[in-house]
């Protein structure tokens, strides 16, 4: 009787236990704050790092770049499937940040990656939704020196 009751015991516990690992996970970057998704996009586009990938970009994200008129825009699977590409790759740059606007649903940024020849500025639009703050659109633009 009292290794059937252990036994029961044992299949109940690991019943429950494969039953909560399995559920779904709240993204890791839900409820993170603006400044985070800054600096998780610069790891991403400067240092190679692509862990938060997914987590950082809103569904209908797109990046566009002005300078190029022919082009369409990027989408969010495309952008990270580069970003994957490159992952460990480090790019010799300084890069900042500052807000163009910023409040409690959305915040525009502007992130300067200054390189030995030439300077990039991405215009970052990043909403707060039900889902945390993600970044919704990026411009691209490359400025004369």
């Known amino acids: 009787m009292k290794t059937l009751i252990t036994l029961i015991a044992t299949v109940a516990f690991t019943f429950f236990n494969s ?14 704050n603006v400044e985070s998704i800054i600096d998780h996009y610069i790891a991403a586009t400067t240092q190679g790092e692509t862990e938060y990938l997914k987590s950082i970009f809103s569904q209908d994200f797109k990046l566009t770049s002005p300078s190029n008129s022919n082009s369409k825009p990027f989408t969010k699977s495309e952008i990270i499937k580069h970003l994957q590409s490159l992952k460990n790759v480090k790019l010799l740059c300084e890069t900042n940040y500052s807000f163009v606007e910023k409040n409690n649903d959305s915040s525009i940024v502007k992130v300067i990656s200054t390189f030995k020849d030439f300077e990039r500025i991405d215009y970052l639009t990043i909403c707060n939704s039900e889902l945390g703050w993600k970044v919704c659109d990026v411009m691209v633009a490359y400025p004369e020196k």
């Not at 039953?19 to 993170?32: D, G, Q």
């Open 19 to 32: 039953v909560s690992f399995s559920a779904e996970k709240p993204e890791p970057k839900k409820y993170i």
